[in-house]
């Protein structure tokens, strides 16, 4: 495909999606729902075909030298499949969010001021080799009247597709427009290219990934964009705490899933609990083989550790997001030490303390400046299902109103709504 030709394509899918975008605002609940209805019973049917594309990709993959958490990610097996059936099964019975009028008050004038909470009209979505999130992304935007263009990772390309295709044929079954959710079919980047800088077609633009992509996103948007970005997480680990409760979270924090964005990569630890609670978690690690990158201090309280995998930090460790079994260690000195160093060098996207220690807890929660902070609980709750938002577009590392788990709410903004009765403005 030629420049011009991607240019084209994606003019193409914008001024559809923008049309699509009006009849998702005004249609009833109802259509909404049997759509989501519809796609469940649509991936359910399309379960070889789906299983087909998948081993495609991930041949393909394994033929590229993917191998880990990021080819696990690639994999549609019946118990990812069956997830997003089920979500989006939950999310047709969750409230309708579109329509719902708040705060509505009458100003001396007479005329009632209230709000009316709306989609937010067209989303673009670039997302890692993760085929599950099409469904997720797609179920989400139907659900809260949008339309959306997707283009997921292009390992996942096969599998992409054919989700789609159930996709489109559930919004087909419940008479809404199949332009409503809409997939780059193209790998080429350049598609990124255009699909944020086209603010005609798209009101806002979502990137899920790492660096490389939110870099580029930020150069060429042209339109407002919702961050999803790295989680380098941090768990902090008070002067005053109880052990068990630390080893046991801390271990889940880092260990119970290497690949996600929220799970721990480094962890701060009070000096006053170096000694007692390093052995411990060092212990732990070094069984799972965990590489551990400590400094000075860490180093020592760790060295009689068996089988410990030892590293001495560097400066860049304490920035790093490693998706891997390698974890930062640091020691501090006081509470404002670690709020500091996890305002520094963090990501704003998860971080915990655990503690026994209520005001600290409390100035934890006010001073650390990310999307969630947590107290006494691992970083891997920060997720839209665990929250209880039924399902979730990603985590978002902005500070506006979609900031931490994405769910519907983070889809629609409120409109500002005037009720009179003939009221002039003296
Ligand atoms: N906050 C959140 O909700 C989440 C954040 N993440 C973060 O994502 C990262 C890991 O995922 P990974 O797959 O490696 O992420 P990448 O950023 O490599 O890829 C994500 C998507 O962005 C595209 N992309 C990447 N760079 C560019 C570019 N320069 N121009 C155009 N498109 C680009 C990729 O396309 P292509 O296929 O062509 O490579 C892919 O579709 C981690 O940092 C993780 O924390 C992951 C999940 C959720
Ligand atoms: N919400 C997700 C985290 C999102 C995420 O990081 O996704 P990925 O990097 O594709 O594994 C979870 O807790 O599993």
């Known amino acids: 495909m030629t420049t011009s030709d991607i240019v084209a394509t994606l003019d193409a899918l914008g001024a559809a999606a923008r049309g699509a975008a009006a009849r998702m605002a005004a249609s009833p609940r109802a259509k909404r729902d049997a759509a989501l209805r519809a796609l469940a019973a649509r991936l359910r049917e399309a379960g070889p075909e789906l299983e087909t594309a998948n081993a495609q990709d991930l041949r393909a993959a394994a033929d590229k030298g993917l191998a880990g958490p990021l080819f696990d990610r690639l994999r549609l097996d019946a118990h990812a499949l069956d997830t997003v059936i089920q979500g989006c099964l939950q999310l047709a019975e969750m409230p309708d969010p579109i329509g719902e009028i708040t705060g509505v008050t009458q100003r001396p004038s007479g005329i009632r001021v209230g709000r009316m909470r709306v989609p937010l009209g067209v989303f673009g979505m670039i997302y890692e080799s993760r085929p599950n999130v099409t469904i997720e992304a797609a179920s989400l935007a139907i659900k809260s009247g949008n339309a959306c263009i997707l283009r997921g990772g292009s390992e996942a390309i096969r599998s992409n597709v054919a989700l789609w295709r159930c996709v489109q044929r559930a919004l087909a079954d419940a008479g809404l427009p199949e332009t409503a959710v809409q997939l780059v079919e193209t790998t080429d980047r350049a598609a990124v290219g255009r699909l944020v800088a086209m603010p005609e077609f798209v009101d806002v633009i979502i990137p899920r990934g790492g660096k490389g992509l939110i870099e580029r996103v930020a150069r060429e948007a042209r339109v407002p964009v919702i961050k999803h970005l790295d989680g380098n997480c941090h768990t902090y680990v008070d002067e005053r705490v109880d052990l068990e409760l630390a080893v046991r979270v801390v271990d889940n924090a880092k260990t119970q899933k290497y690949s996600p964005c929220n799970a721990t990569e480094s962890l701060v630890v009070h000096a006053a609990q170096a000694g007692a609670f390093l052995p411990r978690i060092g212990a732990v690690f070094a069984a799972k083989g965990v590489e551990m990158r400590g400094d000075t201090r860490v180093l020592a309280a760790l060295k009689d550790v068996a089988g410990a995998k030892l590293v001495a930090a560097t400066d860049s460790d304490w920035g790093e997001e490693y998706l891997a079994p390698i974890v930062s260690i640091r020691v501090v000195d006081s509470l404002d030490e670690a ?17 026994t220690d209520h005001p600290n807890a409390m100035r934890f929660l006010r001073e650390v400046d990310s999307a969630s902070v947590m107290v006494n609980a691992s970083t891997r709750f920060a997720d839209g299902f665990e929250y209880g938002l039924g399902a979730e577009i990603g985590i978002s590392t902005d500070k506006f109103h979609a900031r931490g788990p994405v769910g519907l ?17 003296e």
Do not use: F, P, Y
């Open 339 to 355: 709020i500091a160093h996890i305002n520094r060098h963090g990501s704003h996207h998860t971080d915990a303390i655990l503690t």
């Open 409 to 425: 709410e983070g889809l629609t903004s409120q409109k500002w709504i005037v009720l009179g009765e003939g009221e002039i403005r």
